[in-house]
Nanobody, 128 residues
Framework: QVQLVESGGGLVQAGDSLKVSCTIS????????MGWFRQAPGKEREFVAA?????????YADSSVKGRFTISSDNAKKTVYLQMNSLRPEDTAVYYC????????????????????WGQGTQVSVSS
């Protein structure tokens, strides 16, 4: 099993930056990659960013976050980060990290049902 715990969420103003973290424990060496998703009230959970362990490749949701958000990892700390810059009110959501056992295509990294383990989420609120 793999356990994920997110932290670092909070309330910020539009234009601010925030970095959320996801600490991993358990069978982490069996996983193929990690992803960040978010879910706003009344909306479906959507893909934000992902990282593939084997190549270090990173993927981002094209229009909404690319260029503003950065996913990274610190293997020694067993932690994955999501650095969020130039935050907007529409970025307000619960942010979830997720891990997957299967490598797969780029497209599969953007699909939430391709992930096997999920954290409990951390709230990010951006005021205008």
């Amino acid at each position: 099993q793999v356990q994920l715990v997110e932290s670092g969420g909070g309330l910020v103003q539009a234009g601010d930056s925030l970095k959320v973290s996801c600490t991993i424990s358990g069978r982490i060496f069996s996983t193929a990659g990690m992803g960040w998703f978010r879910q706003a009230p009344g909306k479906e959970r959507e893909f934000v960013a992902a990282i593939r362990w084997s190549s270090g490749s990173t993927y981002y949701a094209d229009s909404s976050v690319k260029g503003r958000f950065t996913i990274s990892s610190d293997n020694a700390k067993k932690t994955v980060y999501l650095q969020m810059n130039s935050l907007r009110p529409e970025d307000t959501a619960v942010y979830y990290c997720a891990a997957r056992d299967y490598t797969g295509s780029y497209y599969s990294f953007t699909r939430r049902n391709e992930y096997d383990y999920w954290g409990q989420g951390t709230q990010v609120s951006v005021s205008s």
